[in-house]
């Protein structure tokens, strides 16, 4: 399952997502799991934010090596599922790919389709969507030019979200046959620092 994560500059939260998903793979040894992000106004070559590095290496992922990427519909035609972090950055990202929309949802609307519903594939969450009700506000809050803690309010709220749902999906669903190769792990099995594997023991959708 290849998720994208999409974000404005994609220097903070899809950033975020991505590393902690891939965290996530190599923690659990899901080899078919891997992920990318990018950023509808995307501040193009520039590096994690520093808190936002901060706050990954945080939540056991790897902050090193990456630049910020524009959306592109190459990448919405890849990906198995489409992550964005908000319903108007979801609604962007849908309208760039044919039958993209299907794949597509802000991550807590993901989370609370999969919890609502007992979902475990893509297509179970997209079946799910209009039968269940808005509840809340399911978008999340860009922290850029906030405080420390600002930022590990929003990597927090990410990965208490994303951990539980991509340990219910990653082990069902499989890459669509007309996808692209994709992105390796740059985190190595055995890698993950101790917090990461705290958080996933509490995490738990039913």
């Not at 108007?88 to 999969?114: H, K, N, S, V, W």
């Not at 009700?133 to 990410?158: H, K, M, Q, T, Y």
């Not at 990965?159 to 190769?181: F, I, N, S, T």
Request: hydrophobic content about 45%.
């Amino acid at each position: 399952m290849h998720v994208l994560f999409v974000c404005n500059g994609n220097v903070c939260r899809s950033v975020i997502a991505e590393r902690l998903t891939r965290a996530v793979a190599a923690e659990h040894n899901l080899t078919g799991l891997t992920a990318e992000s990018a950023g509808t106004r995307a501040l193009v070559g520039f590096p994690v934010e520093p808190l936002a590095a901060q706050t990954i290496a945080g939540l056991g992922g790897d902050p090193e090596g990456f630049k910020a990427r524009k959306l592109k519909p190459e990448m919405i035609d890849r990906a198995d599922l489409i992550l964005a972090m908000t319903d108007r950055i979801r609604d962007q990202a849908a309208a760039m790919g044919f039958g993209a929309a299907p794949r597509t949802f802000t991550l807590l609307e993901a989370y609370r389709i999969a919890w609502v519903s007992g979902a475990r594939t893509i297509a179970d969450l997209d079946r799910a969507r209009d039968d269940l009700s808005l509840v809340g506000n399911e978008n999340i809050s860009d922290p850029v030019g906030l405080s420390e803690a600002a930022f590990c309010e929003v990597g927090d709220r990410i990965a208490e979200a994303l951990v539980p749902l991509l340990l219910a999906l990653a082990p069902h669903e499989q890459a669509r046959p007309d996808a692209d190769e994709r992105p390796g792990l740059v985190v190595q099995p055995g890698a993950v620092p101790a917090p990461l594997a705290s958080f996933l023991a509490a995490q738990r959708i039913r």
